[in-house]
C-alpha cells in the first residue's frame, strides 16, 4: 500500500484531527510499520463508542500496516475510582475488554497497564522525570483527561494521572498516539514537554466521540470549553438509555433509539444521525430507509451529506430514519452479542 492510501485510512472518519499530517507522511516514509496505541480505562461493559467507534478506528490502522496496540490501563482504572477499586474486579473485566477488542480488531495486540510497570524499570524514573515539567495549576487543568475536575474533590492519587499517561506513551516507545477528542489535552501536553527531555514526539489522532442519545446540554458561553461540552455530552454507559450496550438485544436496541433524541428536520447535535455517520456508514457501502409506499417508498444513501440534506429539508421521518437504523446497529451486534453470550462476569457490571 502506497503513503497516500496510508494516510487515507488514518485520515478517515471517525478521525477528527491529525498532529500533524506532515509528520505522519514522514513517519510512513520512513517506517513500514510503526508502532500505535489507545488506552483505555476499564470502566464496565462497552457500548457503541468505545468498542465498535474505536474499534473501527484501530482497524483502519491494522489495514495501513500500523502496530496497533489496545492498553488497558488497570492502574489508571484504579486511580480514577472505576469498578468500585476492586482490585479483583478490574482484573477480571480487563480480560473481557481484552477479548472484545481483540475479537472486533482482529490482530491488534493487547497490553496490560500492571504488565508494563512490572517490566519496565524506568518506568518511574521517566515519571519524576516528565513531571517536574508540570505545574499543580497544568496538571488540574488537565484532569478532564479522566473525566474530572480541578472543583471536585480529589485525592492525590489522582493528580499522577496526567503524568503517567505521558510516561505510559514514552515506555511503550509509540511513534502514533491515538484516542478520543477527550483525551487531546494530554496529547498535547507531551508534544509540549517530550522535545524539552529528548523524546520521540508521536504523531497525534484524535477520533469523534459519539454523542449519547439524550437530547445533548446546551453549551452556555461561561460554561468551559467545547472539548470540555462533548466529553460531558459523549454515549456514556452510567445513563443506561443514553448508550448502546454491545450486548443489547435487538428489542432493546430498537426500545432506546425509540426514544432518542432526533428532532424533525434537525441534523445539528442529532445523535441518530451521528450514528449514520460515523457507524452505520463506516461499516455498510449504502444506508437504506425502508418506507411504506404511500410514503415514498424505501430510499438508498450512500452519501451521508445528501441524506443529511434530505433530512434537514423534512424529506424523512425521523421514525423511518430510527427504525433502519435499529435494522443496521443490530447486524453490526449480534455476532459480538453472540460470542460474549456465555460470559458470567457481565451479570455484575
Known sequence: MDVESRIGL???????????????????????????????????????????LTGYKINDFIKAGVNSNVFLADWHTYINNKLDNNWQKIIEVSKYYGEAF???????????????????DDYWKNFMIFSKHMTLSRTLRALTIMGRSEKEKLDFSQLMYPSMQSADI?????DI?????????????VREIFPKLGWKVPVSVHHHLLPGLNEPTKLASNDGDEDDYRISSKMSKTTPLSGILIHDDENTIKNKIARAYCPIGISENNPILEIIKYIV???????????????????????????????NQKKIHPKDLKDSVSIYLNKIMEPIRNH?????ILDDL
Request: charged content about 20%; hydrophobic content about 35%.
Open 102 to 120: 481483540k475479537f472486533f480488531c482482529p490482530g491488534v495486540n493487547i497490553i496490560l497497564g500492571s504488565s508494563l510497570y512490572n517490566t519496565y
Open 170 to 174: 514514552k515506555a511503550l516507545d509509540l
Open 10 to 52: 488514518v485520515l478517515r472518519e471517525p478521525t477528527e484531527e491529525v498532529v500533524e499530517v506532515a509528520q505522519l507522511r514522514q513517519l510512513f516514509e520512513t517506517n513500514s510499520q510503526p508502532r500505535h496505541y489507545i488506552g483505555l480505562e476499564i470502566s464496565g461493559k462497552l457500548h457503541l463508542g468505545s468498542l465498535i
Open 281 to 311: 456508514l463506516h461499516n455498510f457501502s449504502q444506508f437504506q430507509i425502508e418506507r411504506q409506499s404511500k410514503y415514498g417508498g424505501n430510499i438508498v444513501y450512500d452519501d451521508f451529506t445528501k441524506l443529511e440534506s434530505d433530512y
Open 340 to 344: 460474549f453470550k456465555d460470559w458470567t
Open 177 to 189: 498516539v491515538h484516542a478520543g477528542m477527550d483525551q487531546r489535552k494530554i496529547h498535547m501536553l
